[in-house]
């Protein structure tokens, strides 16, 4: 991996950080406003204040996670798309929930630094036994 593509995994990271530290500030610092996600639960496009709505939401709270399979590719000098793995803990209304999911994300340079415009995430099906 490349100084490039490790600045932007390190971002990645810290976001998610942010998440189960509870500090939606670090990580409202990090996105465009508006941003974009897109999950299971449809498409949501929100601004700063929306996403941090979102994060203090009680009823779902990421307790841990772990990332792996991290790649980065740069279709120009000023926008990152990262695609990677990650195993998440989470509390769901105070039920433990586990998910395994693809993410994806988009950076784009805005006045010399990265901020995420879009975020994907998809479920990692089951095999079949």
Same mark, same amino acid.
């Given at each position: 991996? #490349?100084? %490039?593509?490790? !600045?932007?995994?390190?971002? !990645? ?30 498409? #949501? ?13 009680? %009823? ?39 998910? #395994? ?9 805005? !006045?010399?630094?990265? %901020? ?14």
């Amino acid at each position: 991996m #490349n100084k %490039r593509q490790g !600045e932007i995994e390190k971002l !990645e990271r810290a976001f998610w950080d942010s998440m189960i530290a509870g500090k939606p500030e670090i990580a409202t610092g990090m996105l465009t406003e508006p941003a974009v996600m897109v999950s299971g639960h449809g498409a #949501n496009k929100f601004d700063h204040a929306a996403y941090t709505r979102m994060a203090r939401d009680d %009823r779902y709270k990421l307790v841990d996670y772990s990332i792996s399979d991290m790649d980065v590719i740069f279709p120009r000098d000023d926008v990152a798309v990262a695609t990677y793995q990650v195993d998440q803990r989470m509390e769901m209304q105070g039920k433990p929930v586990q998910m #395994n999911v693809y993410d994806t994300s988009t950076w784009v340079k805005v !006045e010399g630094d990265w %901020r995420c415009v879009m975020h994907t995430e998809s479920p990692v099906e089951r095999k079949p036994h």
